[in-house]
């Protein structure tokens, strides 16, 4: 069966090499990420995924936090100098998406449903996962490179204090996305037996 969908999932890679040669307008890729997002599910559609999209200095800034934070913990030079590469790879992009799940959604829902209390923070997670799976596929359909990072929980603090987030969004991860300046590599996968059952 051919699907159109599937070629598109398989376009989505974790893309590193990434210039900010990106000829679409910051307002073009974020309404791109807002309709995405908007058109991702959530439980009892609590929408609890925040997106917030940086460019520019804005960007940066995120990287050059990653930066500062983890040069307090790295105390091996030689390592460090590696760290400081891999954050370089992802400043040199065009932009990055922070996704955040809004912990206030999550909690009312815990107290508005009891006995489904210990099931909406997983929830979250899952819609979260979800957007930015989709999100992800979006900018590769407009041949758009970009990566999921995780320098949350570290980065929280700053991060809440440069952008003037709610207190209530709780980071989750990062994106940074751009111009697709070398392709992923090859990807390995389980065999499909360990995987998938079909039962008739
Ligand atoms: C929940 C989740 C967390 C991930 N965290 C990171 C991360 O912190 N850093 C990173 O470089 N890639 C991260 N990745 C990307 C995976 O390593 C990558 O998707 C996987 O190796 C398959 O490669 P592909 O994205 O090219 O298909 C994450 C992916 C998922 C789904």
């Given amino acids: 069966m051919e699907s159109k969908f599937n070629e598109l999932l398989a376009k989505r890679r974790s893309i590193y090499a990434l210039s900010d040669r990106v000829d679409a307008q910051p307002e073009e890729i974020f309404n791109l990420v807002k309709e995405t997002v ?6 009892f559609n609590s929408q609890s995924v925040r997106a917030v999209v940086l460019f ?4 940066d800034k995120v990287w050059d936090i990653v930066e500062e934070t983890l040069g307090k913990i790295v105390k091996d ?7 400081q590469a891999k954050i370089a ?7 990055t998406v922070l996704y955040l799940t809004d912990t206030e959604i999550v909690h009312n ?8 209390a210990a099931n909406f923070a997983p929830w979250a997670e899952q819609a979260i996962g979800g957007a930015q799976q989709a999100v ?3 900018l590769a359909e407009q041949g ?7 320098y949350n929980p570290l980065i929280d603090e700053a991060v809440h204090e440069a952008f003037n987030l709610p207190a ?3 980071l989750r991860a990062e994106m940074p996305f751009g111009a697709i300046e070398a392709p992923a590599g090859d990807k390995d996968y389980l065999p499909e037996n360990e995987v998938f059952k079909l039962i008739k």
Avoid: V
């Fill in 144 to 150: 758009i490179g970009a990566s999921l990072q995780h």
């Fill in 77 to 83: 030079p030689e390592a460090f100098k590696k760290t």
């Fill in 136 to 138: 992800w596929a979006a």
């Fill in 56 to 59: 520019g200095a804005s960007s």
């Fill in 38 to 43: 908007r058109n991702s599910p959530s439980a």
């Fill in 168 to 170: 209530s969004w709780q």
């Fill in 89 to 95: 790879s992802f400043r040199a992009g065009y932009g």
């Fill in 109 to 116: 829902l815990e107290k508005q449903f009891p006995s489904y």
